[in-house]
């Protein structure tokens, strides 16, 4: 989206973006960084991410930090893969880690690049074509099961905010696949879903968020070819899962 300013702020290098198990190198650029593309102006969701819980006495987020650090939360999240092989539907793809807060798969377009056997991804491996790939999802609304309390469930609604991103795991075991999921999510549920299953959709750090819109009937979605598309909540959850899987080889409807 072109903040070479921000980026170019920003270290890469020992630091733990979500302030938990620290260092927070860029706490003073997150606290204050806001790009008003990633809200949706219908959304009822608050923006910001107050924190004043996750920083221990061993995080050294430098000189001057406030007491509590306000971080901007999506009304987007990036598709890192589906729940279900996309090709037999059934199964999971593989690799995938699975914990109690879900399962992460990784057959998507935006994918943690530093989890064992991934690597940056290229249009060459979208092998379903960049019209038929979802690669970001809407989440501007609340998910609401049914007969049930309203849940701000949004994969950015955690430490860190909108500003965390794949999959978290142990400093002190940089192996674990135990971690939360931040700002991506592995689609398991259909869109707008009022089921009262919370299996990786409980919180924000889970792995299955699901896609929740404030507009009537569907969503939005961003496909790997850069378009914009308005997709009934409606739509067959096979193709759905299939949209989502950017190599299944299978031959998509109309959506």
């Known amino acids: 989206m072109d903040y070479a300013a921000a980026f170019n702020q920003a270290t890469f290098n020992d630091t733990d973006w979500t302030a938990q198990s620290g260092p927070h190198r860029n706490w003073a650029l997150t606290q204050n960084l806001s790009v008003s593309t990633i809200n949706c102006p219908s959304s009822p969701m608050p923006v910001v991410y107050r924190d004043t819980t996750s ?40 690799p ?32 379903d074509g ?20 309203p849940v701000d469930a949004r994969a950015s609604n955690y430490l860190g905010g909108a500003w965390s991103g794949g999959q978290g795991v142990s400093i002190a075991d940089p192996a674990s696949t135990n971690g939360w999921t931040l700002n991506l ?15 990786g959709q409980a919180n924000g750090y889970e ?13 939005q979605f961003l496909l790997a070819d850069g378009s914009v598309r308005f997709i009934s909540e409606n739509l067959n959850f096979t193709t759905l899962t299939r949209l989502c899987d950017r190599a299944d080889g299978q031959v998509i409807g109309e959506f």
Request: glycine share 14%.
């Open 185 to 199: 999510t592995t689609v398991r549920y259909a869109i707008n879903n009022r089921s009262t299953t919370t299996t």
């Open 55 to 94: 920083r221990t006495a061993t995080v050294n987020l430098g000189g001057g930090a406030p007491a509590q650090l306000n971080y901007q939360m999506s009304n987007y999240v990036g598709v890192s893969g589906t729940f279900t092989n996309g090709a037999t539907m059934s199964g999971s793809p593989t």
């Open 130 to 149: 960049t019209t038929n790939t979802i690669m970001v999802g809407e989440q501007s609304d609340y998910r609401r099961p049914t007969g049930g309390t």
């Open 96 to 127: 995938n880690t699975s914990s109690g807060y879900g399962l992460v798969a990784f057959n998507g377009v935006i994918v943690p690049a530093d989890q064992p056997g991934n690597r940056v991804l290229r249009i060459r491996d979208i092998t």
């Open 207 to 219: 792995r299955n968020t699901s896609f929740t819109s404030a507009h009537t009937g569907g969503a």
